[in-house]
């Protein structure tokens, strides 16, 4: 366009849509930018004789993405047919966009469509000298902007590094305190919500052990039993099967939250080295957690093929070759009649890929069983592993007692508003047909009832029920016995699985490798069988040729 056809535009009159923005909520609260921007803006059309048919408000949205909600409106209403406006006028460049190559496209977008970026305070004109210039602008605005976030991100990591919270929503089970106050910013940390922590303790406990009528869920049954049972997350809604598994996965419950995680831009997550870890008070011991992980990384269904959790062999997957340590397949004879361990390398490779050997089934099956049964399944064996777990458990007594202290302080102080909430409205202060002092009232019940539902979670752990004790164990034993010698092969197979890591068969020796931890768990679930999950999903149309 000429510079005197750019005059000519801009001294005919002109209908105008009025584009505004700041950067950070803090900005919108305070309610001073925006404003400032409508009087300017508004006093740049009066003089020019220009007439204002629109405005539109991004407050609290960064100018480095184009996803902000009146923009886009913005953008489809002066590309569509017949615009209502002929000018976006904005108070700076930045107002529109702090990207070079956005503010380029989006400007030549409302070009086409007859429409024109105009700044109140950089002016610079249509022609081929504005257009460079205008170019240039948003090279600066855009340098600007990233120098702001490189300062703000640093800021930020220090701040982490000295032990404080960013200002995120904290995660469920933490609610944020005020610990002290610099100059007009206030230092904030993260802090144990009573409540919200009994259900974040009910969840591992379900993963872990079961609700005491079962065996350790999958992320899945246990999202049902609490959606079943009326919990609810923070917003209200249900939980779903992703948010729980964000939730037990992340490292803050054992007292490690970490940020600087991921990138704000890209979504991509950083380094290791770039992370920075927050300490706070754990929710969840740090060795219970770490074996919830270790457990749902052993039950990922991409990790083992479904033939080893439910072929009908007793030892399938679970013994090796003690030469190799490959796996030890089936195989039948001739007639079908007798059935063998043997090495599955030696089987399909050769001797040259490993010596081998051949164990009947039975012989290998009852050897291994009754070693269980009869040496490591005895009360005082089992007793004996598991001494230091009840030593713990004395221990924790103190901390039972400090989860008591502040879940009773809770219910109290949500009874006490509630008890207002009535006094209010006994006395005639509260209008009883006031839509929104039903809700408040119904919102402090159902946190009353919440805090109530924790607080008897929580005495009942402390109960002798609760607790491991000798009869605990030897009903344990007894019950573990009698399903590994005379179970049902799928029942003794996901028993065996439980306990065991492996069975390596050698020539002159059969070695069983366990856990203690796993144990613990059984004990603790009542002696209940594991919960089956999926363990394998096939490559379904490799091709990619259907269903992508």
């Known amino acids: 366009m000429k510079a005197s056809d750019a005059n000519a535009n801009q001294a005919a009159p002109q209908r105008v849509a009025i584009y505004m923005r700041v950067s950070t909520g803090r900005q919108a609260e305070s309610d001073l930018s925006i404003p400032d921007q409508r ?19 991004d407050a609290g949205l960064s100018g480095t993405t184009d996803n902000r909600p009146e923009l886009q409106r913005l953008l489809d209403i002066a590309t569509s047919d017949g615009s209502p406006f002929d000018v976006v006028l904005v108070h700076s460049l930045s107002r529109f966009m702090r990207d070079a190559f956005l503010q380029e496209m989006h400007v030549r977008r409302l070009a086409k ?27 600066f605005d855009e340098y600007q902007s990233n120098e702001i976030r490189k300062h703000v991100s640093r800021s930020m990591n220090e701040n982490a590094r000295q032990g404080f919270w960013n200002g995120a929503a904290p995660p469920f089970g933490y609610t944020t305190v005020v610990v002290e106050q610099r100059g007009a910013r206030m230092k904030k940390r993260l802090a144990i919500d009573p409540v919200e922590a009994e259900t974040v303790r009910l969840m591992f406990r379900l ?26 997350t923070r917003g209200g809604a249900r939980w779903g099967i992703g948010p729980l598994y964000n939730l037990i996965s992340n490292t803050v419950y054992k007292g490690e939250a970490v940020f600087n995680r991921m990138d704000s831009k890209t979504r991509k997550e ?5 992370r920075i870890i927050v300490p706070v008070n754990p929710i969840i011991e740090p060795a219970v957690f770490d074996t919830l992980q270790a457990q749902l990384k052993a039950r990922n269904p991409k990790a083992v093929p479904p033939r080893v959790v439910t072929g009908p062999i007793l030892l399938t997957g679970i013994a090796t070759c003690a030469s190799c340590g490959g796996g030890m397949t089936l195989r039948t004879g001739k007639s079908g009649r007798y059935r063998y361990y043997v090495c599955a390398a030696a089987a399909q490779k050769g001797k040259s890929a490993c010596p081998g050997r051949s164990v009947p ?22 007793a004996d592993m598991l001494r230091g777990l009840m030593e713990r458990q004395t221990k924790r007594d ?23 909430l009535y006094q209010a409205i006994e006395n005639g202060i509260a209008d009883t047909k006031d839509p929104m002092l039903k809700d408040r009232v119904a919102a402090v019940k159902t946190e009353r009832d919440i805090a109530k539902a924790a607080f008897d979670r929580a005495v009942s752990e402390m109960s002798p029920e609760a607790r491991i004790t000798e009869d605990k164990i030897a009903a344990f034993v007894e019950t573990m016995r009698g399903n ?26 059969i070695r069983i490798h366990g856990r203690r931890t796993v144990l613990e768990r059984l004990v603790m679930g009542g002696g209940a069988a594991p919960a089956g999950v999926p363990s394998f999903v096939r490559k379904w149309r490799t091709r990619q040729d259907s269903n992508l």
């Open 113 to 139: 469509a007859g429409v024109r970026l105009v700044s109140l305070t950089q002016d610079v004109g249509d022609d081929s000298i504005g257009v460079m210039v205008r170019q240039v602008f948003a090279l």
């Open 207 to 232: 993963l872990m052990e079961g609700d005491g009528t079962t065996g350790p869920m999958g992320v899945k049954a246990a999202t049902c039993w609490l959606n079943e049972r009326g919990y609810r």
């Open 361 to 382: 089934m039975d012989r290998l099956d009852d050897a291994v069983m009754d070693r269980i049964a009869h040496e490591l399944l005895t009360p005082s064996r089992v």
């Open 39 to 57: 009087r300017q803006a508004l006093a740049y059309c009066k003089s020019r004789g220009w007439t204002v048919v629109t405005e539109f408000v």
């Open 484 to 509: 590994v010698l005379s179970g049902d092969t799928p029942f003794r197979r996901a028993w065996l699985r439980s306990v065991i890591d492996g069975v390596e068969v050698d020539d002159t020796e």
């Open 270 to 274: 950083k380094p290791a080295s770039e």
């Open 398 to 420: 103190s901390d039972y007692a400090d989860r008591l202290t502040s879940l009773r302080g809770k219910l109290s102080e949500v009874e006490t508003r509630l008890g207002r």
